[in-house]
């Protein structure tokens, strides 16, 4: 007789655990990285990768970097910008010629018109 062996007793959920396939973390490290509006995040790298240069901050998603004196993206240095400046960043030179001149036309059709 080779019965007996035939059905398994079985239950649900009563299987053994299975250690194995436990997923076991790899070992990680915080890195900080800092991005210009001093916000910090500290994010896990794995322990054997190289972190990367950049991570996008996630309240604001600035690049952050891991210098916090030196945050990637910092605007260059422009303490203060005249209207002119700004009128200059909106229009050429040809254009500011032009403007004059219709200014400068103006002015003397106003004073030869009198
Ligand atoms: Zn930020």
Redesign the pocket.
């Known amino acids: 007789m080779t019965s007996g062996n035939v059905i398994r007793g079985s239950r649900v959920g009563s299987g053994p655990e299975r250690f194995g396939e436990r997923h076991v973390p790899a070992p990680r490290r915080p890195v900080s990285y800092?991005?210009?509006?001093?916000?910090r995040?500290d994010v896990p790298i794995a322990a054997d990768a190289a972190p990367p240069t950049l991570w996008d901050?996630?309240?604001?998603?600035?690049p952050?970097g891991q210098d916090p004196a030196d945050p990637p993206g910092r605007a260059r240095p422009e303490p203060y910008k005249t209207h002119l400046a700004y009128v200059k960043e909106r229009r050429t030179p040809e254009q500011g010629e032009a403007l004059l001149a219709e200014a400068l036309a103006a002015l003397r059709r106003r004073r030869g018109g009198s």
Do not use: F
């Not at 800092?34 to 916000?39: G, P, Q």
């Not at 901050?57 to 600035?62: E, F």
């Open positions: 800092w991005c210009r509006n001093d916000h995040v901050c996630p309240r604001c998603g600035l952050a």
